[in-house]
């Protein structure tokens, strides 16, 4: 489907549906879902493509060089919906942990470079200490951040990762827990990022979203394939799992976000598709079904 | 390690611990553990490392004979801990939906007739049919047998599943919905059955397994490897992942459950062993981490 079709369904469907449908003009590109472009290529394609916003992530604005970066979405009029990622708070050391805490000084900085919406937190695993001591160790590293994050004027977004993430990668693994954990802070510093592969599945999912309100600092979205045929490369593109997304996005809407919607994709077959494909793909999907 | 360093290890440990450790007189193992087993080697095999109880599968139990099934649990004196498994209640169709009740009518029959403490639920996931959809039909399919296993003396026992399985097995995910299912009924007819694997990584799983208390019909133990390199067969042997289980089997305790713990475990390495072996490591690992 080529971008004409789009344009047209984008018109089509406001003239239809008003507030029903997500505008295109709210779409950002989480550059995973494009892991063939470095920063300046993810950036010329969203132009090219008529997609206002981009989500960075820390290995590729490290590739490209933050200087460059900067440069690349202010000469190119782009909104940084996000950076990714800083977290990964649990370590078996003091030393070690102190080192997170100096890396995620970096993330900020970065985040802060680029005029991001958020710097998101993937917080880290149980492997390393256990789950309750990461629990401890995750708390303690939001406090050890916020004071530099808000100098910094950047936004700390936490984002409740999928439960069969609590081993490896995040011990975070419900919005109410990304809550609680915000709680001690202003609700325009430390937040939640609501990514629908998280969090679908849980029985007060819709209460929880209500909940976020306006602590909700991003919006990812993707879907969830059956059967799931991996855990971090699983997920796949929206319409092809069985997430009800517009459900989901009109709850997040109807808790006070207005702000961008990320399309975030682990997967290796759409990885290694034509990048411009993909993107085409995910304009029409994303004002389908989003 | 041989038996006599096992049973040395028992006694070693009653000697040491008292109430800290499940004794041995506590276990039994779920057939799936050690699927090369008919249901008589199954049996026979449980008498030959004197583990007490015992939990069938259907498909095993069909493939062996109810009939013969009976005669050689009651022969070996073993103790049927759990039937596996009812439920699966999703499907698009009335036509569809009501064989599976009457699948499940079959269930609690062979249930009742192995004097089974619980035959088990695994209630279906949202792929049919969407997620609030197949909630309902979850609802009203335990609804359907309660009736029918009450007459028959069998206990339902509810387990919800590690939510990575919320689109393919079980909408069921979390200790808290599975006790508002229960809710309507007798708490002598209609309980939960707690998996380790499954309810690990909870923030409240403490909390949840207190309030779970008479409700509680069953407690599965294996662990969680970090990474975990598959969803299903991604469980391995007690003592080769991460979850504490000693701190989840003495909540389990203390919330007043002292029946058998089954060890479960969906593993294609461990399949490919020598049955005896693993049933010896079994032991040995129970004795020492559960």
Not at 37 to 65: D, M, Q, T, Y
């Amino acid at each position: 489907m080529g971008r004409e079709t789009v344009d047209a369904g984008a018109a089509d469907c406001s003239h239809k549906g008003g507030a029903l449908v997500a505008e295109l003009s709210r779409l950002s590109l989480n550059q995973i879902t494009t892991p063939a472009w470095n920063v300046g290529a993810a950036v010329e394609a969203c132009v090219r493509h008529s997609v206002p916003g981009v989500s960075l992530w820390r290995h590729k604005i490290s590739e490209f060089g933050l200087k460059q970066s900067v440069q690349s979405v202010r000469d190119a009029g782009l909104h940084v919906s996000s950076v990714c990622r800083g977290g990964m708070f649990p370590a078996p050391d003091a030393i070690e942990r102190r080192a997170k805490i100096e890396d995620n000084f970096r993330a900020i900085d970065e985040a802060a470079a680029l005029n991001a919406d958020v710097l998101v937190f993937v917080v880290g695993g149980a492997a390393p200490v256990g789950i309750a001591a990461a629990r401890e160790m995750v708390r303690d590293g939001i406090a050890a951040l916020v004071p530099y994050a808000e100098q910094a004027g950047v936004r700390l977004g936490l984002e409740p990762l999928h439960p069969m993430f609590a081993g490896d990668r995040s011990v975070l693994t419900t919005v109410d827990e990304a809550l609680d954990l915000a709680a001690p802070y202003a609700e325009d510093r430390v937040g939640v990022v609501l990514d629908v592969f998280h969090i679908w599945w849980h029985p007060n999912v819709l209460q929880q979203i209500a909940a976020a309100s306006r602590r909700i600092m991003g919006f990812h979205v993707s879907d969830w394939p059956v059967p799931l045929p991996d855990t971090l490369l699983g997920r796949c593109m929206m319409g092809d799992g069985i997430i009800d997304l517009r459900t989901l996005r009109t709850a997040v809407d109807a808790a006070g976000y207005s702000g961008p919607i990320e399309v975030e994709i682990f997967n290796q077959a759409i990885w290694d598709e034509d990048p411009d494909a993909v993107l085409t793909r995910t304009k029409q999907r994303f004002l389908e079904l989003v």
